[in-house]
């Protein structure tokens, strides 16, 4: 735990010491998702999908582009291997949003964005927040966000041809993810309903 706390300690420093310039798109995000009406009722992940949705409409993505959530934050590496911190995010000293991540793979990196992108783009937003595998409906909603957010469940129906591996790497490929977040998005979204 004290480990922990000394890597968030540090990654707090590496933050307000980023350099990185804000980003005007970020800003777009933040408001279509403020002036999104949320239904109550809406289960968490129901809301991260909703939200992904509100915010590639923002950044004027089409359903079968690719997005780069990365391109919208300043990431730094950090030093610290512990899977149950895998990033602590926040607003540097210069106004960007920057996210320092442990060591990590890069299809894992956009993903981390992209739940990032969740927590700077809400409404809500904090001003440091971190990434974790916990298991609140907040972070289902976040996990919701990112997955739609990187691959859109319209855009799979488009140009996924038929549910095969081939089919899921090519399409991974395509939105340079995983073929496990296409899998979990054709599991829960595609073959769900």
């Not at 926040?90 to 981390?112: D, E, I, M, W």
């Not at 609140?136 to 859109?152: K, M």
């Amino acid at each position: 735990m004290v480990d922990g706390i000394e890597w968030v300690e540090r990654s707090t420093a590496l933050i307000a010491a980023s350099k990185g310039a804000a980003d005007s798109r970020l800003a777009d995000v933040r408001q279509a998702l403020r002036h999104a009406a949320a239904p109550q009722r809406l289960l968490p992940w129901a809301l991260g999908y909703k939200q992904a949705a509100t915010a590639r409409e923002a950044l004027g993505l089409d359903t079968t582009e690719s997005a780069r959530p990365e391109d919208l934050m300043t990431m730094l590496s950090g030093d610290f291997a512990d899977a149950g911190l895998q990033a602590l995010g926040g607003s540097s000293g210069s106004g960007s949003a920057t996210l320092v991540l442990t060591p990590r793979k890069s299809q894992t990196k956009r993903f981390a964005a992209a739940r990032a992108l969740w927590h700077f783009g809400g409404p809500d937003r904090a001003d440091r927040f971190l990434l974790t595998p916990a298991r609140t409906s907040a972070y289902q909603a976040e996990r919701a966000f990112a997955a739609e957010f990187l691959a859109p469940a319209d855009g799979l129906r488009q140009i996924l041809p038929v549910v095969a591996d081939d089919a899921l790497e090519a399409t991974a490929t395509h939105f340079g993810v995983s073929p496990l977040l296409i899998r979990h998005q054709v599991d829960n979204q595609l073959l769900g309903r």
